[in-house]
């Protein structure tokens, strides 16, 4: 049997090879492609050459079918069929789609109202399974492994850069955090007073220093960092009990503040960047995939101010 090496083959001549076969005739089947007459006999040749065959054979009333291309028709409709299939943009039926969608990032719920995105989207397209975690992970790492679909976080990626795409979703100031009876309370917060304090921080990876700590090295100065915890709702009980100090941002710990003993204050000037930008991140793998399009537009209608 002669191998054909698919490299070498060109698809149109498919296109043209069904056309010649549904009109038997040249001058037809060039009206029906709107090609040149003499560009559809050249394609004839050449597909000639490929199946080793006259593929339309001239009689009395023009062409006929040969052997090969009678039993090419019925073969040829149903591959053109799937190429055609293949190359189209998949189709997303939220009333069918059985897929599962991770949702991570400890800073997912302060920026994202994830019970009711995940309400209205079960309403849509109620067979889809959803995850959503906000344990520490190097989530951009999660994303370039397949491990996560849709990350929100403040920091910038540091894995996989070229492929991890965002959304800005918005920003938040950055405040100190403290208990209403921290000596620091009822001062003025000065760059000295502050790096004397005793610190706590929230650990995104739960390895390694915080970003806050690596800028102040970068700037000769140091602060005491005495505890290290892995979610912001249990900073209003530390602060309430120690006089310890975190700094985060604004928006994702205002919630859990209402109704406690602490108390925020806006940083020393020049002691670290006034605010922070979030957003959604997800893959290149993903980003023209309908499902996650549509996802990923569900979760900016949810979006928190």
């Known amino acids: 049997m002669r191998e054909v090496n698919l490299r070498s083959v060109d698809l149109n001549l498919l296109t043209v090879l069904q056309a010649l076969i549904e009109e038997r005739h040249v001058t037809k089947a060039a009206e029906k492609l709107h090609m040149s007459q003499s560009a559809v006999s050249r394609a004839l040749q050449r597909l000639r050459v490929l199946f080793n065959d006259p593929l339309l054979v001239k009689s009395a ?36 789609s059985r897929a599962t969608l991770r949702f991570a990032g400890i800073d997912l719920d302060a920026w994202i109202d994830m ?16 995850e959503v975690s906000n344990t520490q992970a190097n989530y ?35 405040v100190a955090v403290m208990g209403q009876n921290n000596p620091l309370s009822e001062q003025t917060l000065t760059v000295e007073k502050y790096l004397k304090a005793k610190h706590g921080f929230v650990s995104i990876t739960g390895k390694g220093a915080s970003s806050v700590d690596a800028h102040l090295l970068a700037l000769g100065l140091k602060r005491d960092v005495v505890l290290k915890v892995s979610d912001f709702k249990s900073v209003a ?15 994702l710990i205002k919630h859990s503040l209402i109704g406690r003993q602490v108390i925020i204050k806006s940083l020393p000037k020049g002691l670290y960047k006034s605010s922070i930008d979030f957003y959604i991140y997800w893959h290149a793998r993903y980003d023209n995939d309908p499902l996650h399009r549509w996802i990923k537009q569900r979760m900016l209608d949810y979006v928190l101010s």
């Open 237 to 251: 009980a530390y602060c309430e009990n120690t006089d310890i100090v975190f700094l985060l941002p604004r928006q």
């Open 140 to 174: 951009f790492e999660e994303l370039s492994k397949g491990r996560a679909d849709f990350v929100v976080s403040g920091f910038q990626s540091d894995h996989d850069q070229e492929n991890i795409y965002s959304c800005r979703i918005g920003s938040s100031d950055l």
């Open 61 to 96: 009333e023009g062409y006929t079918l040969s052997s090969r291309a009678t039993k090419l028709a019925t073969e040829l409709s149903v591959v053109l069929q799937t190429l055609s299939r293949l190359v189209q943009e998949p189709e997303f039926i939220p009333s069918s």
């Open 115 to 130: 019970p009711k995105l995940i309400g209205s989207v079960l309403q849509e397209a109620p067979k889809l399974k959803m």
